[in-house]
T-cell receptor
Framework: GAVVSQHPSWVICKSGTSVKIECRSL??????MFWYRQFPKQSLMLMAT?????????EQGVEKDKFLINHASLTLSTLTVTSAHPEDSSFYIC???????????FGPGTRLTVL | AQTVTQSQPEMSVQEAETVTLSCTYD???????LFWYKQPPSRQMILVIR??????QNATENRFSVNFQKAAKSFSLKISDSQLGDAAMYFC???????????FGTGTRLTIIP
């Protein structure tokens, strides 16, 4: 149980284009989903928290207009990197938590490379 | 703000031996959760073990156990009978009771020597 998937696992895009990453909870309803960014050999940095049907709450320093988060259903959240630039290249990880659980379950991550 | 410190960037252990990874945290709260996550080369974060602060008994999951010292704000992970598959980055994480956010430490890279 508690499986979270991400799609795609790896994406390359040209500078200036937008990329959408999906995060799905496969066997539970995720009332809250989280998006993290991880640079090589570093820890996870929380970007935003989203609750189903509500606007995402972004961490300080994260541009909400650049990283659009949508949590339209209890099993799906999306992160769209708009007008991507090479500095946005990173590993993006989502996690999900059900309403009564105190543990986050993580997706396998998406490696984004912006050329 | 809460902080989590992992003072060992890298550790190594012989296969079948025991290794302990350290973690300390800083908080003014009394109710919280602590976690150890494993990130193997695949980069999939895997929950290893969790501890509720109100529980005095140390959590155990098969070969993995913790030494939770609340007064000292210490939460170390002991891996017994180390196996090659245990090689990974290990992250200690903190979550306060009323907050959904996880605060991660900087991680410890564990190498298993055959």
């Amino acid at each position: 149980g508690a499986v979270v998937s991400q799609h795609p696992s790896w994406v390359i895009c040209k500078s200036g284009t937008s990329v959408k990453i999906e995060c799905r909870s496969l066997d539970f309803q995720a009332t809250t989903m989280f998006w993290y960014r991880q640079f090589p050999k570093q820890s996870l940095m929380l970007m935003a928290t989203s609750n189903e049907g509500s606007k995402a709450t972004y961490e300080q320093g994260v541009e909400k207009d650049k990283f659009l988060i949508n949590h339209a259903s209890l099993t799906l959240s999306t992160l769209t990197v708009t007008s991507a630039h090479p500095e946005d290249s990173s590993f993006y990880i989502c996690s999900a938590r059900s309403g009564f659980a105190d543990t986050q379950y993580f997706g396998p991550g998406t490696r984004l490379t912006v050329l | 703000a809460q902080t989590v410190t992992q003072s060992q960037p890298e550790m190594s252990v012989q296969e079948a031996e025991t290794v302990t990874l350290s973690c300390t945290y800083d908080t003014s709260e009394s109710d919280y959760y602590l976690f150890w996550y494993k990130q193997p080369p695949s980069r999939q974060m895997i929950l290893v073990i969790r501890q509720e602060a109100y529980k005095q008994q140390n959590a155990t999951e098969n070969r993995f156990s913790v030494n939770f010292q609340k007064a000292a704000k210490s939460f170390s992970l002991k891996i017994s009978d180390s196996q090659l598959g245990d090689a990974a980055m290990y992250f200690c994480a903190y979550r306060s009771f009323g907050n959904e956010k996880l605060t991660f430490g900087t991680g410890t890279r564990l190498t298993i020597i055959p």
